[in-house]
DNA sequence: ACCTAGTATGAATGCGCTTTCATTCACATA
DNA sequence: TATGTGAATGAAAGCGCATTCATACTAGGT
């Protein structure tokens, strides 16, 4: 009672090896029949449960797989869903761009017969949660910045690592899986939508101050389709936000109207937390959107289409980036130890769509 | 490069013991300053990263909790609100139960340092899943009817366990915290609203069929509003389905509708992805929702409001009972190894709240 | 110069299990 | 009866780390 029961007690208990005890468990049919069951019952009786710590060390494998994901809860989030919709304050509504990919990593590691360890990383926690993850998995995806790459380049010579939406680092980190999204071509094809089907001309860009690789990319789609319509635009994003939340989305929309000289006639965000503070912004300048003002936003999270007016966005697949992850992580796991070095890193990109709502003049509000 | 390197590779390198090399990284501050600096840099040369099972094997203990949720997945839900919202197929709009208890145990596992292990049940997998996470957690929470009892009578021996929604299982298990959620009251007042505020009289309620706690507080609850209204109610829902999903919800709604001699004028669904499935079903028959039939859910998922009509349900506050949740754990875990035998168990209800919507007539659709 | 109280480090043990490798046993074959 | 076979089981050696105890060394104190 005091101590929790081993192989040794169950084995003693029931008159065998612990070599035995072990075989009831991980090859029940190499065992008789008979000396299973007494096994089994002395181990029900006992409240025996094998330690998978100990298993994963005999064995050199978890079973496990991980996710590392950053903290990017928005605090405005599950009080915008009231504000914008009149509806009571609604916090299962604002599902996260990684709750997305945690069930998609979810299911797919069920399949495979794996569990899945998440963790966010703690801003500066003093030790790197990634040793915590990285040391009970066999293998696990990283969301992009949310470990730093040196760390990364540590680990990923231990085993497989895959790293989500972000293009691959080009200096060490080049020998990774790397899973990421159209963000170019979604950024791009919903920028000509606003030009050439809403004729829509005096654009304005918001992205990200601290380089992201995304937001670069996304960005340059739109500096694309711009110029492919003969509008002239400068090299870098109109405004440049320090975080990506709602709160720096509704002060970037005041800077932006205000700094203008003739109001722009859209407003592109790099993702769609952003887009939702705009929205109060412009409702309190009392400046109607879509007519006065078209929105767009990126990412397609929940909440983009539970505000009023509904966000026009481009949407990602993050779930099945999630399952991705996980299919490639299995397949270098299962590959033997050695072609996980030999195997060429597997670079994919996944489809975007553009998601046509209210805030650019698609749909009625 | 084959093999990955550990404590003794690192401590040869740097020209220490393997029990500096630990100290280096369990208590930095007990080893010389010169010393640390050293066994780091080999260890980055190295490419070292502790290993968590080691680490849990000698130090008994994992620094992890774990959730054990059910395979609730709805294939339909993905398709659903595209078909009653007329917009795109949005898998991320539907969050389910588990989701939110993962996020709010997330949240709560990191602001004590913890990680989070989380498996859903396989039907009928050979192994255990739960041995599969016992074995590899410090403690962990179950959602009601994941587990065999049986087994969780044995693992609960070991570790501290927390079962999630569904009343205490009167036999064995009566030493588990438990938290559940008041789906008597919830579904009570939601029946009286129907009634008194509605005035509505014929009322039909479906259920599960195979035994299940919850469900049953929340008929119980249905029938007390019934009585105290003067309706005169059986001991049983006027249809208990197989499964709680759309599908099912959809076929309730056929099946109830061609049975009962006058047409109820509200169907109340044990959970709101039926709810949903039996929209279909009345819209379907040219039933108009509120105005011919009203229609019911319980949960609050995101679902229920995406639908159209908006679905009037109960909301249970799924986010804060994964946070409550971890705090039980982590006050067992704290408390001593024998507190956690010694502490009474811990149960608590959480209040749960009406959402009116359109689907019974309290909105406009 | 000698003893004491720390401090920094090493040696050794054990955590609970998996996994060869060897051994035993029951039978079938010669 | 001697021999070979395959099945069931045991013995023992780790897996990578934490930790206790012992030891070497440093700096004070007298």
Known sequence: MSTTPTVYDVAERSGVSIATVSRVYRNPDSVRAQT????????????????????GLASRSTGV???????????????????GHGDEADDEAAMLYSDQIIRGMERAARRHGYALLIAASLKGGPESLVAKVAGRVDGFAVLARTVPTEDLEVISRRQPVVMLAGPRESNQLDHLDHIEVANSDGQRELTRHLIEDHGLRRLAYVGFAEESPDVEARFRGYVEACRAAGIEVGAEPDLRVPMMTQAEGARAADALLDRLGDRPEALLFAN?????????????????????????????????????????????PMRRMGEEAV????????????AQNAA???????????????SCGCKPA
């Open 344 to 358: 060429e890193p597997v670079s994919m990109t996944l489809p975007v769509s553009v998601v046509r709502r209210a």
């Open 327 to 338: 299919e490639l992580l299995v397949r270098r796991l299962s590959g033997g130890q050695p």
């Open 36 to 55: 299973r069951e007494r096994v089994l019952a002395v181990a029900r009786d006992l409240g025996y449960v094998p330690s998978g710590n100990a298993r």
């Open 65 to 83: 797989l991980g996710l590392c994901f950053p903290d990017y809860s928005d605090p405005d989030a599950e009080s915008e869903v009231e504000a």
């Open 272 to 316: 769609d937390q952003m887009a939702v503070g705009a929205l109060h912004t412009l409702e309190r300048r009392g400046l109607r959107v879509p007519q006065d003002v078209a929105v767009t936003g990126f990412d397609g999270i929940a909440l983009s289409r539970l505000v009023r007016p509904a966000v026009t966005t481009v949407r990602q």
